[in-house]
Nanobody, 115 residues
């Protein structure tokens, strides 16, 4: 059974940090590129950051460059999103996505940035 389970979300003040994790199971994780998306209330889902199968090539949305870092550990079947200097506009549900032969989604984790 394929699963992507996100964790690490929560409520944080502006300027704070969070580290999201996405644990994968049920498929060959190392064969899949991984991407973090987010969806703010009333907005479409958007790409936040992506990493290739080996973690060698990264891309980020302009809005998070310099603040967020995506990484993966193929030995642990996990992808991470380190989020620093958080802003209220980073609020939303964060989803991880696996893209390869098939496409899989997690259930999402809520991130709220508010004072």
């Amino acid at each position: 059974q394929v699963q992507l389970v996100e964790s690490g979300g929560g409520l944080v003040q502006p300027g704070g940090s969070l580290r999201l994790s996405c644990a994968a199971s049920g498929f060959t994780f190392s064969n899949y590129a991984m991407t973090w998306y987010r969806q703010a209330p009333g907005k479409e889902r958007e790409v936040v950051a992506g990493v290739t199968t080996t973690g060698g090539t990264l891309h980020y949305a302009d809005s998070v460059k310099g603040r967020f870092t995506i990484s993966r550990d193929n030995a642990k079947n996990t992808v991470y999103l380190q989020m620093n200097s958080l802003k209220p506009e980073d609020t939303g549900v964060y989803y991880c996505n696996a893209n390869g032969r098939y496409k899989f989604w997690g259930q999402g984790t809520q991130v709220t940035v508010s004072s």
